[in-house]
């Protein structure tokens, strides 16, 4: 069993950055993908990114790349989002998630722990 916990989010101004990070309790962490995924009101659920079990291998979606990085401590147990020039569309409760494989995968359904979510929220 993992549990997650997000830290808080925030708001900041366009163009500005952020560092969201998720602690996970269970022995397990190491050996688990882990994922960010948002969702913005009125939206469902979609992908941010991904990083395997070593954290050698990363994915992101399209509107985040360059921008964004996935990292992982897993001496800590931790996972960290860091976002750079935000924009107004990255508004949205941004949610850490553990996958009981070693690859990452970017649906939602192919994870089985989930954070409680953070608000994210950049003005204009």
């Known amino acids: 069993q993992v549990q997650l916990v997000e830290s808080e989010g925030g708001l900041v101004q366009a163009g500005g950055s952020l560092r969201l990070s998720c602690a996970a309790s269970?022995?397990?962490?190491?050996?688990?993908?882990m994922g960010w995924f948002r969702q913005a009101p009125g939206k469902e659920r979609e992908f941010v990114a991904a990083?395997?079990?070593?954290?050698?291998?990363?994915y992101y979606t399209d509107s985040v790349k360059g921008r964004f990085t996935i990292s992982r401590g897993n001496a800590k147990n931790t996972l960290h989002l860091q976002m750079n020039s935000l924009k107004p569309e990255d508004t949205a409760l941004y949610y850490c998630?553990?996958?009981?494989?070693?690859?990452?995968?970017?649906?939602?359904?192919?994870?089985?722990?989930w954070g409680q979510g953070t608000q994210v929220t950049v003005s204009s």
């Open positions: 990083i395997n079990w070593s954290g050698d291998s990363t």
């Open positions: 269970g022995r397990a962490f190491s050996t688990y993908a």
């Open positions: 998630a553990a996958r009981r494989y070693t690859d990452y995968t970017t649906g939602p359904t192919g994870y089985n722990y």
